[in-house]
Nanobody
Framework: QVQLVESGGGLVQPGGSLRLSCAAS????????MAWYRQAPGKQRELVAA???????NYADSVKGRFTFSRDNAENTGYLQMNRLKPEDTAVYYC?????????????????WGQGTQVTVSS
C-alpha cells in the first residue's frame, strides 16, 4: 500500500523556521510531481509549492523567498524548508504526489495525499 507521511510540523514563533518532510512508502517505482498544500481554518486549501521530477520548483507568491522545496529521489522524500514564518502561515500542511507504484502486484500510477501536519506560528 502506498502512503505519504508528513512530519516536522509544530509550534514556532514568528520569524522562526520549520522543515517539513513528506516520505512516500510502499513499493515506489517513480515519483513525478510533488506538491505542498495548506489549509487554514475557514479557508480553502491552497497550493504552497510544487516540484517536478527534474527538480523545477514554483511557489505561491505569499511564500516566495521564504520557503524552499527540495527532494531526495533516492529516499522518495520531499522537504519544505520554511523560513521567516509568519502567523498567516498557520495551517495544516498537506503533501501530494503523483507517483508510479506496485499495488497488489500491479503497476499503478496515481495521485496520493498525506494526512497533514499542523504548523502554528504564534508568539
Amino acid at each position: 500500500q502506498v502512503q505519504l507521511v508528513e512530519s516536522g510540523g509544530g509550534l514556532v514563533q514568528p520569524g522562526g523556521s520549520l522543515r517539513l518532510s513528506c516520505a512516500a512508502s510502499g513499493t515506489i517505482l517513480s515519483i513525478y510531481d510533488m506538491a505542498w498544500y495548506r489549509q487554514a481554518p475557514g479557508k480553502q486549501r491552497e497550493l504552497v509549492a510544487a516540484i517536478t521530477g527534474e527538480g523545477m520548483t514554483n511557489y505561491a507568491d505569499s511564500v516566495k523567498g521564504r520557503f524552499t522545496f527540495s527532494r531526495d529521489n533516492a529516499e522518495n522524500t520531499g522537504y519544505l524548508q520554511m523560513n521567516r514564518l509568519k502567523p498567516e502561515d498557520t495551517a495544516v500542511y498537506y503533501c501530494a504526489a503523483e507517483l508510479l507504484a506496485v499495488v497488489n502486484e500491479v503497476r499503478r500510477r496515481g495521485h496520493y495525499w498525506g494526512q497533514g501536519t499542523q504548523v502554528t506560528v504564534s508568539s
